[in-house]
């Protein structure tokens, strides 16, 4: 037997599957051939440690902690596109709104300011007010001489 036919049959020589001609054929490469040696100790190793792993018991709840490991990492996946238009549109909106507020105030600042020519001398100033602020009494103590008794 070769080393090409043996590693071919190494599963049915472990397993005791071969016929009793191959049998001996093999057990006569293994006394020549190292290296087919080497391979079918190898081979025994790894049949062991799964048989080894079969005979486990898997820790309680193993199953329900990987599962929600898997939904924490899907349902994290979802949360950050919102949150992270939430932490745009906050300052953006709070910007809107302190120019609107600028914007308004300087408006109504130009709106309420008096006329250059109107307020020209201070008697038009004091007609000016009392039209524009609907005054109609002031105490016009200037005009009304005061004497002394």
Do not use: W
């Not at 049949?47 to 924490?72: C, G, W, Y």
């Amino acid at each position: 037997m070769d080393c090409k036919h043996f590693r071919n049959n190494i599963f049915a020589y472990q397993e005791g599957l071969l016929s009793a001609e191959d049998l001996r054929l093999a057990e006569n490469h293994l006394l020549s051939c190292k290296a087919c040696e080497k391979i079918l100790a190898d081979v025994r190793v790894v049949d062991e440690m799964i048989h080894v792993e079969k005979t486990l018991e898997p820790a309680p709840f193993t199953s329900t902690r990987i599962l929600q490991r898997i939904d924490n990492e899907f349902s994290e996946t979802r949360k950050p596109p919102v949150i992270t238009l939430v932490r745009i549109l906050q300052p953006v909106t709070l910007a809107l709104a302190l120019v609107c507020g600028i914007l308004i105030g300087s408006y109504t600042a130009r709106k309420d300011s008096p006329p250059a020519k109107q307020a020209s001398n201070s008697t038009e100033k004091l007609e000016f007010l009392r039209a524009n602020l609907f005054i109609t009494d002031f105490a016009d103590e200037d005009k009304n001489p005061v004497t002394n008794k």
